[in-house]
């Protein structure tokens, strides 16, 4: 393996982690910036209510888009391994 060959892996290693955390992250911070609007517009800074909503909109995308990020990932392996010397 040579450098440009370690430079292609490790660029795909990043656009598959981008790829695998944007959906999730997107959602999280579209639930982010709608809680902040609701508190900025009733004056309630609770904490909890910040975070709670977050976190269950990050968790409920992440099992419903599971399927999907198990496939992407199982597909990056599989090319991965396949370009493999070894």
């Known amino acids: 393996m040579d450098i440009v060959q370690g430079l292609d892996l490790a660029r795909d290693a990043l656009v598959m982690a981008l790829v695998v955390s ?39 995308i992440g099992l419903l888009l599971a399927p999907w990020l198990a496939n992407a990932l199982l597909e990056y392996a599989v090319e991965l391994l396949g370009e493999s010397p070894f």
């Open 22 to 60: 944007a959906p999730v992250m997107v959602i999280g911070m579209l639930v982010g910036l709608v809680v902040s609007l609701f508190q900025s517009m009733t004056q309630l800074q609770e904490q909890t209510l910040s975070f709670v909503p977050k976190i269950v909109a990050m968790v409920g």
